[in-house]
């Protein structure tokens, strides 16, 4: 099992920029993928973006330009820096942990791991 514990969310204002982190525990061992998925109200979970053990990366397009996922492997962290926010932006941002990559991260049939999500609202 491996527990995700989302934090960083908050109230920010239109154009503002937030970072979002997410640390990992419990069976972390091996090269693992993290990544982002975000729900905003009355809509389905997307995908946001994704990053493998070694630093590749993977967006969703909505998303390219504005958002930057990174990880310190160390501290068992995923992170999302997020600029120029939108109201659009605002959602609950799950983080995700999967030992493998493949369409179900982008697909909606994503079974791996899920924190508990952060709340972010961005007002105009």
């Known amino acids: 099992q491996v527990q995700l514990v989302e934090s960083g969310g908050g109230l920010v204002q239109a154009g503002d920029s937030l970072r979002l982190s997410c640390a990992a525990s419990?069976?972390?061992?091996?090269?693992?993928?993290m990544g982002w998925f975000r729900q905003g109200l009355g809509k389905e979970r997307e995908f946001v973006a994704a990053?493998?053990?070694?630093?590749?990366?993977f967006y969703a397009n909505s998303v390219k330009g504005r958002f930057t996922i990174s990880r310190d492997n160390a501290k068992n962290t995923v992170f999302l820096q997020i600029i120029s926010l939108k109201p659009e932006d605002t959602a609950v941002y799950y983080c995700?942990?999967?030992?493998?990559?493949?369409?179900?991260?982008?697909?909606?049939?994503?079974?791996?791991?899920w924190g508990q999500g952060t709340q972010v609202t961005v007002s105009s």
């Open positions: 990053i493998s053990w070694s630093g590749t990366d």
């Open positions: 995700a942990a999967s030992f493998t990559y493949d369409s179900r991260w982008s697909s909606g049939a994503f079974n791996g791991y």
């Open positions: 419990g069976r972390t061992a091996g090269p693992y993928y």
